[in-house]
């Protein structure tokens, strides 16, 4: 059973930047790969960005390639994205999530994923 932490959200200025962290403990964390979702307001949850076991595979949704960076430090069993340029429509609760996946591989699909952090607010005012 992995538990999932995030952390780093918060409010801020259109055109800025944030850093979320998602901390994990319970499990082997280099045999998950790693996502984040998010949930706009009266939306359903959306994939943003995925992350394979080593690293070294990313994947981007359209609307924030570019803009955003998935990445993960296996040594801190923790996973970050890296958000810049934010605009208001990126306001949304933010979800890390774990995937028992093999090697190599990494998925868009909610279903795909195991287990769910608690989330964590992003606001980003025009």
């Known amino acids: 059973q992995v538990q999932l932490v995030e952390s780093g959200g918060g409010l801020v200025q259109a055109g800025g930047s944030l850093r979320l962290s998602c901390a994990a403990s319970?499990?082997?964390?280099?045999?998950?790969?790693m996502g984040w979702f998010r949930q706009r307001p009266g939306k359903e949850r959306e994939f943003v960005a995925g992350?394979?076991?080593?690293?070294?595979?990313?994947i981007y949704a359209d609307f924030v390639k570019g803009r955003f960076a998935i990445s993960r430090d296996n040594a801190k069993n923790t996973v970050y994205l890296q958000m810049n340029s934010l605009k208001p429509e990126d306001t949304a609760v933010y979800y890390c999530?774990?995937?028992?996946?093999?090697?190599?591989?990494?998925?868009?699909?909610?279903?795909?994923?195991?287990?769910w952090g608690q989330g964590t607010q992003v606001t980003a005012s025009s």
């Open positions: 319970g499990g082997t964390f280099s045999s998950y790969a």
């Open positions: 999530a774990a995937d028992l996946a093999i090697a190599g591989i990494v998925s868009s699909s909610i279903r795909a994923y195991d287990y």
């Open positions: 992350i394979s076991r080593s690293g070294g595979r990313t």
